[in-house]
């Protein structure tokens, strides 16, 4: 299948694009693996394919082949993100633009499934608050089990349109827009891409990419930081944004140093330089990339956000969770529906603020739900980073593991009650043994089908 024509002919004027060259690699079918490791989960996967790092990602690796992530036990416990090297590069964006200063920062991931960028994020914020936003129901649905599997407590996953984050003015000190986009990026990944490519669809992602920024930039607060991504080639949705935003939504462009030797490419929006960085898959070991920083400059107007009162557990069902579980220092309960959560209580008033305008999908780590007498543990709790070492738990082999994941029965020897599965320094969940046979209580919906 060959490249668009219009879109070659488009590019042929663009810094940095070499149409041969471009050709080529995406004729040769090469595939590019990377996985991103969960630094909170202490685990190294793949040792024998492991290669070099990325220059970009201290956590990000480049694989000699692709493996069955669906037959790692690992993968399914958090430890490691499948995820397209370039995109990677937020984590060196990150380091130039806030350092080390990330205590207490409230980070937005607006358009964050299924969720690359967000894990990214919740790493790199690790003691900030991550708001992991997407509009699609069933794609915020896939973004809760990938947040849920990462397993840190200081991120939220919402489910909003851009614009219900508008009474939320000047609320987040960092606002990641990974925009939806044409798509152009992937080509070599997924071919198939190729044949719903139009000009068309260019403008039209354009325009969508400007209604959404347009949207969400009263929530940044005056020197917030604002990062556009996406995975197109097309001026239109690149450079033309970033122009976009200097000129009409007043924001300042911001410079990042990058190495010569990653061979990304540095240009310029029109009129206002503002820089950009491109991502040429014949130029580096990654995908079709695009990214540029801003600050916004405006005054910051004051807003006392609304809140709600979440509900709190009863004193009873403190402790029940207490006596299985003991509510950690920094953070405080909350309910949802049946169950109790716990978030760290720095954040209880923020996500309070949220609750009031957004649709919450998760908050925190929940820790598990009453039933009479006793508490049923919560698969979130299990995958968690929170502290699980004074929980009863049965280390299994890979087969075990995988009989686990695909919720078949498992013979184990231990007395009853509930234990954490562990395997190669994960948890992967829950099981409860009873007199005669063992309950599985891996998630029913994120179970391995595949043979
Ligand atoms: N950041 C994600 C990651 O790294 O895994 C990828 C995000 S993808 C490029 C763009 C996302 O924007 C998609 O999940 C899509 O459903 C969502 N989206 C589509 N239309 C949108 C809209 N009008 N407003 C906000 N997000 C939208």
């Known amino acids: 299948m060959g490249l668009p024509i219009q879109l070659l002919n488009a590019l042929s004027t663009v810094k940095g694009f070499d149409s041969k060259a471009f050709e080529a690699v995406h004729a040769s079918g090469e595939q590019v693996t990377s996985i991103r490791l969960n630094p909170f989960k202490n685990t190294q996967p793949f040792a024998n394919l492991m290669q070099e790092p990325i220059p970009w990602c201290k956590q990000g690796h480049y694989l000699s082949a692709r493996p069955s992530f669906t037959l790692d036990p690992v993968f399914h416990a958090g430890g490691y993100y499948v995820q397209e090297a370039s995109s990677m590069f937020l984590w060196h964006a990150l380091e130039q633009l806030i350092g080390k200063e990330t205590e207490g920062k409230k980070v937005l991931d607006l358009c964050a499934a299924p969720g690359g960028k967000s894990t990214l994020l919740a790493s790199y914020f690790a003691d900030g ?8 129901k069933s794609r915020s649905a896939v973004l809760v089990e990938n947040i849920t599997k990462w397993g840190q407590p200081n991120v939220i996953v919402t489910n909003n349109d851009p614009d219900h984050f508008k009474p939320l003015e000047s609320f987040f000190d960092v606002i990641l827009t990974d925009a939806p986009c044409s798509g152009s990026g992937l080509f070599r990944k997924d071919p198939a891409a190729i044949d719903e490519w139009s000009q068309e669809n260019v403008l039209h992602c354009s325009q969508r990419q400007e209604k959404i920024l347009a949207a969400i930039l009263p929530s940044l607060k005056e020197e917030g930081i604002l990062l556009y991504a996406t995975c197109s080639y097309s001026v239109e ?12 939504m007043g924001l300042q462009p911001l410079d990042l140093a990058i190495s010569d030797q990653w061979n990304i490419v540095r240009t310029a929006s029109a009129n206002s330089g503002a820089p950009c960085f491109r991502f040429y898959p014949n130029l580096i070991k990654g995908e079709g990339f695009f ?16 809140e709600v009162t979440l509900p709190k557990p009863a004193k009873n069902e403190l402790e029940l969770m207490n006596t299985f579980f003991q509510l950690p220092d920094g953070f405080c309960a909350f309910k949802q529906n049946d169950a109790i959560r716990i978030i760290p209580t720095i954040w209880m008033n923020t996500l309070q603020q949220l609750a009031k305008v957004l649709y919450i999908k998760k908050a925190g780590i929940e820790i598990g739900s009453p039933k009479g007498k006793d508490l049923i543990p919560a698969h979130e709790l299990a995958v968690s980073t929170l502290h699980l070492n004074s929980l009863p738990c049965i280390t299994v082999n890979k087969d075990q593991a995988l009989q686990y994941l695909r919720r078949n029965e498992l013979q184990l020897e231990a007395r009853q009650g509930w234990y954490l599965l562990k395997f190669d320094h994960v948890y992967l969940g829950w099981v409860k043994v009873l007199a005669n046979r063992v309950n599985n209580y891996y998630p029913a919906e994120w179970r391995i089908l595949k043979g």
């Not at 608050?129 to 699609?136: D, K, T």
């Not at 949705?237 to 122009?243: Q, W």
């Open 291 to 306: 990214i540029a920083a801003f600050k916004k400059t405006a005054p910051d107007h004051f807003v006392k956000w609304k």
């Open 129 to 136: 608050l991550v708001v992991a936003n997407e509009v699609i």
């Open 237 to 248: 949705e690149d450079e033309k944004i970033a122009e976009w935003l200097v000129a009409e």
